[in-house]
């Protein structure tokens, strides 16, 4: 049994391993294999992952195992406050914001999402700001054409989100703001230079802030989405998209919805 | 013109306006827009001497679409050009080429681009068309199923034929200009086209050359993308099972009346078109992955079908591939003409190269089809189940248009697992480089079992008989001379020992002969240090006997191995070969 044990944790510190990949060192591409075909060892190294806060994303033969922290409550979680230092309360939606504008941009459409064998997708910062932008004007002619118009209050929480981005400086003239986090294009570049480093993304092209996207970014923009279905206690995707397509309905109908 | 191939001369894009130009007849300008949304162009010709910037100056500064290929018009259609209408053809009901042709054109704008501003960047010494067909050329030949060519390797290659382009002043730009037409190739652009008679504007992403992960991830490779393919063969057309068959079916035309050199064209076509049909089948493939869960029985069926039918197709692909080669072959050994013989040889290696891309294919496709059985019936997986979500109209424009206090904790769901992980706020813990999710959802959904790596036996193609040579000698003749040259030891003359062959027949004399022939040779004989080599030299005396006469070789064998000295064996002026022994043996004779 304590043989087993070994295994599993060589397994597992195999998996931490920065820049190793199981075609490259045969015991790990042992190990990988006895995962895949012996369902007793695979419980226990699962079972053990679990108990560390991390899960397995996916497993193959010449990639080895793949992992991430599971939901809530991993001592190995990212938090938005490690992303961003000196991060405000009031700031947490743009900051979350700019990876859901990422993974837009990127995966535009489902089948792009979907497509797991297909060619790899570029985003530059620019083309990150101008989709918000243009999202958020679109919007702002919905609303404005319904006569939506909610007055801006005080609370600056309670208002939309798209007239916070409008709001949101673009960026300025000077290369020292490029990474000033209170412009759009800063966080941006920030986010996606966050995302380059943990292995999401390869820095194409630095004066146009180009990037590729790496297929493990689509696997955690999956993941992110099945994320929502699970915090919103959905009971499939397609609930949980018309969760938040309802909040954005008109303020006075769906405050009665959530005082129901 | 519609769906036939789009002879353009030159490529270029005007405003929106449909310009006509009567008097000389045939010059006709189409807006970009027209073209997109398909409209068949009527043929036009361009009057000799014609220049495109004529065009360029009546449009607006943008590239003008001139197609320079003569063609006639129908009746009909003089009539009405005669009133001076543009004559378009009625936009067709539903094209489903329509997409595929507006990306062919858009695509290769890029290219023009880099030609044409090849000036700002002080490249005017490059042919940029030259290298950019050049690259995609590269890419192309190394694409398989699951690899392909690395950018470095890439840019390198694509280095050092730009060098080879121009003199030795401009030879320092060559890598620049290599970088600069990769990224160009690669650089993703958007065009706007009208799709359908639904007139919704759509956004089409496309680029010539697309980055892939490789299998174990680490690295990132190029394939190229349809319309690169089409634009080195110059088609639009996309049924590519059909041009295959065609092109087969030419490829024996024309060599059944031995026109082997025009038969190399549509080898090449072929060729192409494999490549092509790789991605057709990793498309179709990488659809029964998606969707098979959301599929009723029909679909299925349907997905099953045409599994099948490309898996029959790639079958008799390989069996005429087969049967031509086998039938080249055969009129290779017997073609008197050089020139014959070159194309031959050319047309073989081609017709292989499809052959070995249609076996690996065939492989795939058997593996993909047992896939797909399981698949059906795997259990259902968080990720799977999350497809067909379309992040910017099902996530993000409802999320914008939400207050922020009850749409944050949505984002910060999402945003929070895109963060990867790591032990507290070390980012180090997490690999640099991921592996690639190539075949993450199917193997999710995989049962966790020994998988049969070679998937189902393929049925090889039936060999002809090999036809075996007759032994030249008996075996008694064969063990005679044996004994005879196993008991040379020091050197004999061979007059010597033909002499003692007399009784034994000609055939012994011969064999003895040729043996001692070969013996003069002796780095053409896989030795290994110890064994005993049978040497022979000139020495200048000849001989005659009856039936033999010539150099009287002195015959002996080699039993002294000493230290190699470099060309030692270059005097006897024989070719150098290989061999098992480490050493070069020096002969004491």
């Known amino acids: 049994m304590s043989d087993m044990a070994t295994a599993v944790g060589q397994l597992i510190g195999f998996s931490l391993q920065p820049k190793l990949a199981a075609a490259r060192n045969e015991e790990y591409r042992e190990l990988v294999a006895r995962y895949r075909n012996d369902s007793e060892f695979q419980d226990a190294v699962v079972g053990t992952l679990s108990g560390m806060g991390l899960e397995v994303l996916t497993s193959h033969p010449l990639q080895g195992l793949v992992l991430a922290a599971s939901a809530h409550g991993s001592p190995f979680r990212f938090r938005l406050g490690d992303f961003s230092a000196n991060m405000k309360t009031e700031d947490r939606h743009r900051y979350a914001l700019v990876f859901l504008a990422i993974a837009a941009a990127s995966y535009p459409r489902a089948e792009a999402l979907d497509d797991e064998n297909g060619p790899l997708q570029q985003v530059s910062v620019s083309e990150v700001v101008r989709l918000l932008n243009q999202l958020a004007a679109r919007v702002a002619e919905d609303r404005a054409a319904e006569h939506d118009d909610d007055p801006l209050k005080d609370k600056p929480l309670s208002r939309r989100l798209y007239q916070a981005v409008q709001s949101w400086p673009d960026t300025t003239q000077t290369k020292d703001d490029r990474h000033n986090s209170r412009l759009k294009s800063g966080m941006v570049s920030r986010a996606l230079r966050w995302l380059a480093e943990n292995g999401c993304a390869d820095e194409v092209d630095t004066h146009a802030r180009l990037y590729r996207m790496r297929g493990r970014f689509r696997v955690l923009v999956k993941d992110a989405t099945a994320a929502i279905m699970d915090d919103l206690g959905a009971a499939s995707i397609g609930e949980a998209l018309a969760m938040v397509r309802s909040m954005a309905e008109k303020e006075s109908e769906s405050a009665g919805l959530a005082k129901g | ?426 980012l180090r813990a997490w690999p640099w480089r991921q592996p690639s999710f190539g075949d993450f959802l199917c193997d999710l959904l995989r049962d966790a079992q020994t998988h049969d790596e070679l998937g189902e036996p393929i049925e090889d193609p039936e060999f002809a008989e090999v036809a075996t040579d007759p032994l030249a000698f008996d075996e008694a003749t064969i063990a005679l001379v044996a004994r005879i040259l196993g008991e040379v030891d020091a050197p004999r003359r061979i007059s010597d020992l033909l002499r003692e062959l007399h009784e034994s027949g000609f055939a012994a004399e011969d064999l003895l002969r040729i043996q001692a022939l070969l013996a003069t040779a002796p780095e053409l004989s896989p030795a290994a240090p110890g064994d005993r080599l049978l040497v022979a030299a000139a020495d200048g005396v000849t001989f005659e006997d009856g039936a033999f006469a010539g150099d009287d070789l002195l015959v002996a064998a080699a039993t002294k191995i000493v230290e190699q000295q470099p060309g030692s064996l270059a005097v006897t002026g024989m070719p150098q070969l290989r061999r098992p022994v480490g050493k070069m043996v020096l002969f004491d004779v």
Request: hydrophobic fraction near 40%; charge should be negative; glycine fraction near 4%.
């Open chain 2, 1 to 426: 013109m519609t769906g036939s191939e789009v002879n353009a001369s030159l490529f270029f894009f005007v405003d929106d306006t449909l310009r006509w130009d009567r008097p000389s007849l045939g010059r006709f300008v189409v807006s970009r827009s027209a073209v997109l949304e398909g409209w068949s162009v009527a043929a036009v010709s361009v009057a000799d001497g014609e220049k495109p910037h004529d065009v360029r100056t009546a449009a607006e500064g943008l590239p003008a679409l001139i197609l320079g290929h003569e063609s006639s018009w129908a009746d009909a259609d003089r009539a009405s050009i005669e009133s001076s209408r543009p004559v378009v053809a009625p936009r067709e009901a539903h094209d489903p080429t329509r997409s595929l042709r507006a990306k062919a054109l858009a695509c290769t704008a890029p290219v023009h681009d880099l030609q044409r501003n090849r000036g700002l960047r002080q490249w005017d010494a490059f042919d940029l068309y030259d290298l950019a067909l050049v690259a995609i050329d590269l890419v192309v030949d190394k694409m398989a199923v699951a690899s392909g060519i690395g950018t470095e390797e890439l840019v390198s290659e694509l280095a050092r034929r730009a060098r080879e382009q121009v003199d030795e002043t401009a030879r320092d730009k060559a890598r620049e200009v290599a970088v600069g037409v990769v990224e160009a190739l690669v650089r993703q652009s958007e065009i706007e086209y009208t799709a359908e008679a639904a007139d919704v504007r759509r956004q089409m992403r496309f680029a010539l050359l697309t980055e892939h992960e490789s299998e174990d991830g680490s690295s990132v490779y190029l394939r190229a993308t349809n319309e690169a393919i089409n634009v080195l063969i110059g088609a639009l057309n996309v049924d590519i099972e059909s041009a295959q068959v065609a092109a087969e079916a030419q490829i024996e035309h024309l060599l059944n009346r031995q026109r082997l050199a025009e038969a190399t064209v549509p080898a090449m076509h072929a060729r192409m078109r494999s490549i092509q049909y790789i991605d057709e089948v990793r498309r179709v493939i990488a659809e029964t992955k998606r969707d098979v869960r959301r599929w009723d029985e029909d679909e299925r069926e349907s997905v099953r079908r045409r599994l099948e039918e490309i898996r029959e197709h790639l079958q008799s692909r390989i069996d005429t591939e087969y049967k031509i080669v086998g039938s080249i072959q055969e009129k290779r050994d017997f073609a008197e003409r050089e020139d014959l013989r070159a194309h031959a040889a050319q047309l073989v290696e081609t017709l292989n190269d499809c052959f070995n891309r249609h076996r690996d294919l065939h492989r795939y496709v058997l593996d993909a089809a047992d896939t797909y059985v399981r698949e059906r019936n795997r259990q259902t997986n968080r990720l799977a189940s999350i497809d067909g979500v379309d992040l910017t109209d099902d996530l993000l424009l409802p999320a914008l248009a939400a207050s922020i206090e009850r749409v944050e904790p949505v984002l910060v769901s999402f945003a929070e697992p895109l963060l990867g992980m790591g032990p507290g706020s070390s």
